[in-house]
């Protein structure tokens, strides 16, 4: 089943630590979009990603917040030093290039962050 | 600006009886909407999306969604619903304006199935 893959599924830091997750998109997609689920809330948008191009960051926190999408590899987001309120579920979905407004996101099945 | 309401929180239904989740939207054109569900601990699952065509738009697990612009709704439907439907349901919307491409959800609606 070539999903959307997300690692890892949980992932533990302490305040001030950094965090990384992982998106690989499903096979033949070359859009990813990041979207951050806190406790009893809905998701919401973070970035939108193109291979080697952010799209849209509109979602993004002003800082420590990152995310890159590479010619080879993974997309990463990336967390600097976490504070108590970044313990969220993050998502990462996938649609194809072409027509890509016309196209459904397809879902992985997220990084749940604790911080410590 | 784009938004998307689900105004029903918690949803408790017995099996076999009948499901309509309710969700509004706001948005400027022709919205793309979509119904997602989600297990406990797990991702999204694309339940059905309406682009454009017959407003009502049939789905996966026998669920089904009318469009009405009249009233800003894209309401979900299930007329038999099954101990497995358990689970949280989102509505979106696609915002498709200028260079993005991303989605707004609803705050969702948690759907508890008695025996």
């Known amino acids: 089943n070539a999903g959307v893959m997300q690692n890892p599924r949980h992932l533990v830091r302490r305040r001030g630590q950094e965090a990384r997750l992982r998106c690989s998109p499903m096979k033949g997609h070359s859009h990813v979009y990041w979207y951050r689920q806190l406790p009893e809330e809905g998701l919401k948008f973070m970035v939108y990603l193109q291979k080697e191009n952010i799209i849209d960051e509109s979602g993004m926190p002003k800082e420590r917040f990152s995310a890159e999408f590479p010619k080879e590899g993974p997309s990463i987001l990336r967390i600097q030093q976490v504070v108590r309120g970044d313990s969220a579920a993050y998502f990462c979905a996938s649609s194809p290039g072409e027509g890509a407004s016309n196209q459904p996101q397809h879902f992985g099945d997220g990084t749940r962050l604790s911080i410590l | 600006a784009q938004s998307v309401t689900q105004p029903d929180i918690h949803i408790t239904v017995s099996e076999g009886a009948s499901l309509e989740l309710r969700c509004n939207y706001s948005y400027g054109a022709t919205p793309y909407l979509f119904w997602y569900v989600q297990s406990p601990g797990q991702g999204l699952q694309l339940l059905l999306k309406?682009?454009?065509?017959?407003?009502l738009v049939q789905g996966i697990k026998g669920f089904e969604a009318e469009f009405k612009r009249s009233q800003s709704s894209f309401n979900l439907r299930k007329p038999s619903v099954h101990w497995s439907d358990a689970a949280e349901y989102f509505c979106a919307v696609g915002d498709y304006g200028g260079a993005t491409n991303k989605l707004i959800f609803g705050t969702g609606t948690l759907l508890a199935v008695q025996p």
């Open positions: 309406y682009f454009s065509g017959d407003t």
